[in-house]
T-cell receptor, first 111, second 110 residues
Framework: NAGVTQTPKFQVLKTGQSMTLQCAQD?????MSWYRQDPGMGLRLIHY???????DQGEVPNGYNVSRSTTEDFPLRLLSAAPSQTSVYFC??????????FGQGTRLTVV | GDSVTQMEGPVTLSEEAFLTINCTYT??????LFWYVQYPGEGLQLLLK?????DKGSNKGFEATYRKETTSFHLEKGSVQVSDSAVYFC?????????FGAGTRLTVKP
C-alpha cells in the first residue's frame, strides 16, 4: 500500500532557484493539499484541490503554485525560492470527512 | 474562519503518569475532529477521530470526546509509556478545509 508518496525527501536550494515537489496518491481521494510545518506554528495550508482541474489557495499561498491535472498527482512549485520557504512540506489526501493521509514530508532548505 | 487552539508544550511526564492535552476549536459548520501523532522524522498519523458531538474516539489507550457545548476535544491517556513520546496535533476537518493546532511535544521519561 503506497498511500501518499512525496519526493524528494530532502532538498537544498539556492535563493532564486525554482523546483517542484512531487506528490502522488493511489487511494482515489478527491481532496489533496499541501502544508508547511514550521516550529511552533503547526501545519499551515498552502494550497488545496477538491478534484482534478480545481485548485484553491490556503493560508500561506504566496510564492507557491499548484496544478491538478489528474486525481493522483498534485505537484507544488516554488517559483523563486526564498530563505523564508525553508520548512518541512507535507502533502495530504482525503475523501470527505474521513481522516487525511500524509506523505513522509520533504525537508527543504533555502540558502 | 475555523481554527484550533491546543495546549502549548513541551510536556514532560514520567512513565505511567496521566496525560491530558487540551484542544479547543472554533468552527462555523459541523466539523470532524482528529488527533494526529508525529514521530521523529515521520509524517502525521491518525491517532483517533470523532465525527459528531458526544462521540468518543479511542485508540492505543488514548481517548478524546467531542464536546460541542465547550467546543473541546481534549486528549487523555491514563498511563503513558516511553513509546508515546511524540508531537500531538489536534485538527478539525470541514471539507475541503483542514486546520491544525500548533502541536504539543510530549516526552515520557522512564
Amino acid at each position: 500500500n503506497a498511500g501518499v508518496t512525496q519526493t524528494p525527501k530532502f532538498q537544498v536550494l539556492k535563493t532564486g532557484q525554482s523546483m517542484t515537489l512531487q506528490c502522488a496518491q493511489d487511494m482515489n481521494h478527491e481532496y489533496m493539499s499541501w502544508y508547511r510545518q514550521d516550529p511552533g506554528m503547526g501545519l499551515r495550508l498552502i494550497h488545496y484541490s477538491v478534484g482534478a482541474g480545481i485548485t484553491d489557495q490556503g493560508e500561506v499561498p504566496n510564492g507557491y503554485n499548484v496544478s491538478r491535472s489528474t486525481t493522483e498527482d498534485f505537484p507544488l512549485r516554488l517559483l523563486s525560492a526564498a530563505p523564508s520557504q525553508t520548512s518541512v512540506y507535507f502533502c495530504a489526501s482525503s475523501s470527505g470527512h474521513i481522516e487525511a493521509f500524509f506523505g513522509q514530508g520533504t525537508r527543504l532548505t533555502v540558502v | 474562519g475555523d481554527s484550533v487552539t491546543q495546549m502549548e508544550g513541551p510536556v514532560t511526564l514520567s512513565e505511567e503518569a496521566f496525560l491530558t492535552i487540551n484542544c479547543t476549536y472554533t468552527a462555523t459548520g459541523y466539523p470532524s475532529l482528529f488527533w494526529y501523532v508525529q514521530y521523529p522524522g515521520e509524517g502525521l498519523q491518525l491517532l483517533l477521530k470523532a465525527t459528531k458531538a458526544d462521540d468518543k474516539g479511542s485508540n492505543k489507550g488514548f481517548e478524546a470526546t467531542y464536546r460541542k457545548e465547550t467546543t473541546s476535544f481534549h486528549l487523555e491517556k491514563g498511563s503513558v509509556q516511553v513509546s508515546d513520546s511524540a508531537v500531538y496535533f489536534c485538527a478539525l476537518s470541514d471539507p475541503p478545509d483542514m486546520r491544525f493546532g500548533a502541536g504539543t511535544r510530549l516526552t515520557v521519561k522512564p
